[in-house]
């Protein structure tokens, strides 16, 4: 009975996140899902590499259909033994995006209940965290990633917590799952994020015992978590390793060309260019927009009704009613510093009031910890608008270079305000009443302070937004004028909104402090405002309305007459659309140069860059693009055959020999690709020797592509001499490996991305195979990690059962 006892509010907790995680997504209970268009590009993106899934039954890790060819790496791959993916299946049990939804809200009450939180604040804390606005919307646009990151931020956190505070057994087996679940999530930007505040958290804690010289306490919690470390990124080594090996050849690693497009000298130092890893930054005095959401006008795409300026010039322009209505309900109102805001990050206003009561009354230390993981984000997240701390991230520390939009580091501060928020809350019910006054006085001061200062301060902003110039050029100086008023009085409304709720929770707390109220209808009452505050926030960006049928969601493009004329040819050849380069459609019905993705192949994005941008259509023939999807004036599509692509594979009848990659660019200019093939001595002369030697060779020979799959390529030869075949196929060197005649051959880069080989006079078979090493590697470091893990679990089960020790002290 007394287990009963101490386990139901927990249960009760869990079956509360379950129930409202599938009620903020009713329409999964109708079979209906979230229409996502990340997702919806992914499935593009993916379509080749999942269909040869279902069909051979064997994972290609290769994919044709997009980009001319790339890993499948980041594409959904999946890998041998991957035990941990499980693990998450298994939590994730609830149709998406419920299923995130849910993970956000129990990890968070975890890591509550590791700072020692009763379960009815805990619960309305992970309520808070989850519907924290940001947290929504991911989901809404399909970063599904990173909302699976995000949700088990807080068990990392929590194990970390039980570790230091000496729980080495329980805390290490948690922190070790936790983290193996953490990066089995696969965004290393946010496991990364987190990263930065475990350093914070844990200097905290061994500045604790340094400062009473528990040196041994330092030792062993670090070597827990070494090991909790080593075996949970061990669990997920396959992964790690085939992403860190792919990481140089994509956008990510540093590019070897010291010029840009334009001729001028390319200066960064960076893998990625500070404009683009800065494109995304927080505006310093948009932030203020954490605690009033359309401070900066909302989002790109907002709702302002008929009670608008703009529905009144509408209709004094004589525009019908109902049109004017419609028009009202999208208005580019946001005027930040973003190209793109699909949402305002709002932590919440009473989260932001209870965060700051906690700093006046909560005596724990740890605030610290979270105040600054907050600040630090805070202050990270403004990016380009704060030079000073960015560059020297950038420049100095480790592998920050490596990833854009830096305002999503805010998640960390909004997981640390909800912290602080419950902390304060848990604090005021166990101070005495003059301080609880006291405590709440100040807090009230400062929030309302605050919100009084950025309504006094409205007349200092211009509410204009960088695409304003177009606006007045399209529709005129009156139009930009309603606009502009239109923001305004968002910004005035969410003010006076924000202050509301800081009043209506401040009252709550007042009538306990006079005995009005009861402690728990206290605690429930502010509960449900701090969660209702985010809660219809949240469903103006996400809601029912972004539901469609499966059958939308699992086929999210459609055939277009184009697409049926161009499929009629089963050859093996590549398609251009020139309006969707950087979109994944094309590679959902075709083997596409173009795609979606963030870690796209640099070489490829450079020909984009280098040569396709000033219309150098022999990029085209030597990736065998026969087909070119074009737009006529009406707006419908037409593919167009490019009677000049290369084929699948042609034989050569020069090297061309170039020292810099600068110089094997440039001469892409006016190469004809047909005839000659570019060799970079400098970067592979080494290892490629034969590659240079040959002059004058035979071009009179044919080679035929015969067998195609993702992972698999086949072709015959017939040629009088030795030649230089070169195949229209990307260069990938961690994987694809050459065979004539079943015999392994060194096959080498030419014209800046393809393959070319030296093949022997005669008739030979020639078969290119995906066969990535870093699977192989890979595969046996997650299995001996997983026995390891394993083996800790039993060991730590049978301590824990010997010693009689409690999980939450």
């Not at 049990?93 to 129990?106: G, I, K, V």
């Not at 990481?247 to 000298?265: H, M, Q, V």
């Not at 050029?473 to 309603?482: D, H, L």
């Amino acid at each position: 009975m007394k287990i009963v006892n101490k386990f139901y509010p927990h249960a009760l907790a869990i079956v509360g996140f379950l129930i409202v995680s599938l009620l903020y997504f009713y329409p999964v209970l109708q079979g209906k899902q979230i229409y996502q268009s990340d997702i919806a590009q992914y499935t593009g993106m993916a379509k080749e590499q999942n269909d040869f899934r279902a069909s051979d039954h064997i994972e290609p890790y290769w994919t044709n259909s997009s980009f001319g060819g790339m890993p499948t790496y980041q594409l959904g791959a999946k890998y041998p033994y991957d035990f941990i993916g499980a693990i998450d299946d298994v939590l994730r049990f609830l149709p998406r995006p419920a299923d995130y939804l849910f993970l956000y809200f129990l990890g968070f009450y975890g890591l509550l209940l590791v700072l020692k939180t009763d379960p009815l604040k805990a619960f309305f804390g992970a309520l808070a965290f989850g519907f924290s606005t940001y947290l929504i919307i991911i989901l809404g646009v399909g970063h599904n990633a990173k909302a699976h990151a995000i949700a088990y931020m807080p068990l990392v956190i929590a194990g970390f917590i039980l570790v230091y505070r000496k729980k080495y057994v329980v805390g290490g087996l948690l922190t070790m799952f936790a983290t193996a679940l953490e990066i089995n999530a696969n965004h290393f930007q946010m496991t990364y994020y987190l990263l930065i505040f475990l350093l914070i958290l844990s200097g905290y804690f061994i500045y604790l015992d340094v400062k009473i010289k528990e040196y041994n306490a330092i030792l062993k919690s670090l070597g827990v978590l070494a090991v909790a470390g080593i075996f949970a990124i061990g669990a997920n080594a396959t992964n790690l390793l085939a992403t860190s090996e792919y990481a140089n050849f994509s956008i990510r690693g540093k590019s070897e060309l010291t010029y840009n497009p334009d001729g001028s000298k390319n200066t960064t130092n960076s893998a990625m260019t500070r404009d683009y890893i800065t494109e995304y930054s927080y505006g310093v005095t948009e932030s203020f927009n954490l605690i009033a959401p359309r401070l900066f006008g909302g989002s790109n795409h907002e709702a302002v009704g008929t009670d608008s300026k703009m529905y009144e010039f509408m209709i004094s322009q004589g525009v019908p009613e109902g049109q004017a209505a419609d028009f009202t309900m999208g208005l580019p109102t946001y005027w930040g510093d973003q190209p793109i805001v699909a949402a305002p990050a709002y932590i919440g206003v009473v989260v932001f009031f209870l965060g700051i009561l906690a700093l006046f009354i909560d005596e724990r230390k740890i605030k610290y910890v979270f105040l600054s993981g907050a600040v630090v984000s805070l202050l990270l997240s403004w990016g380009k608008n704060f030079p000073l701390l960015t560059n020297f991230f950038i420049d100095y520390v480790p592998m920050y270079d490596k990833f854009r939009a830096v305002s999503s580091i805010q998640v960390i501060l909004e997981l640390c305000f909800p912290v602080l928020a419950i902390m304060g809350l848990q604090s005021f019910f166990k101070l005495e009443k003059e301080k609880q006054t006291k405590g709440l006085l100040e807090s009230g001061t400062l929030g309302l302070g605050i919100i009084l200062i950025l309504f006094l301060c409205k007349s200092m902003f211009s509410f204009s937004s960088a695409n304003d110039g177009y606006y007045l050029e399209s529709y005129g100086p009156q139009f930009v004028e309603a606009l502009k008023g239109d923001r305004m009085s968002l910004y005035s409304a969410d003010l006076l909104r924000s202050g509301f709720f800081i009043l209506l929770v401040a009252g709550v707390l007042w009538l306990f402090i006079k005995n009005k109220i009861a402690q728990n209808t206290a605690i429930i009452l502010v509960g449900l405002f701090m969660v209702s505050d985010l809660f219809f926030v949240d469903k103006k960006y996400v809601s029912a309305k972004d539901f469609v049928s499966g059958r939308d969601v699992e086929v999210p493009f459609h055939e277009k007459p184009s697409d049926t004329q161009i499929l009629k040819d089963t050859t093996h050849y590549r398609v251009f659309e020139a309006g969707d380069l950087m979109g994944a459609r094309t590679s959902y019905f075709h083997k596409s140069i173009g795609g979606y993705s963030a870690v796209r192949p640099r070489r490829v994005q450079q020909l984009f860059d280098y040569q396709l941008a000033k219309n150098n259509l022999d990029i085209l023939n030597m990736l065998n693009v026969k087909y070119v999807i074009q737009t006529d004036k009406e707006g419908k599509e037409f593919p167009i055959v490019n009677p000049d692509a290369n084929g699948n594979a042609w034989f050569v009848n020069d090297v061309k020999l170039v020292n810099k990659a600068n110089d094997e660019m440039k001469m892409l200019d006016k190469i004809d690709t047909k005839r000659a093939a570019i060799f970079n001595i400098h970067l592979y002369g080494d290892k490629f020797k034969n590659a240079r030697l040959k002059r004058n060779l035979d071009t009179s020979g044919t080679i035929k592509l015969k067998v195609y799959k993702p992972n698999y390529i086949k072709y015959t030869s017939t040629n009088g001499k030795e030649g230089l075949a070169v195949f229209s196929e990307i260069y990938y060197e961690n994987g694809w490996n050459a065979y004539i005649d079943g015999v392994k051959t060194d096959h080498f880069p030419v014209d800046y991305v393809l393959r070319a080989m030296i093949v022997p006079g005669g008739e030979h078979t020639i078969e290119f195979k995906f066969e990535p090493q870093v699977i192989k590697t890979g595969s046996i470091i997650t299995l001996i990690s997983l026995a390891g893990m394993l083996l800790l679990v039993i060991g730590g089960v049978y301590f824990e059962r010997k010693n009689g020790s409690k999980i939450v002290d």
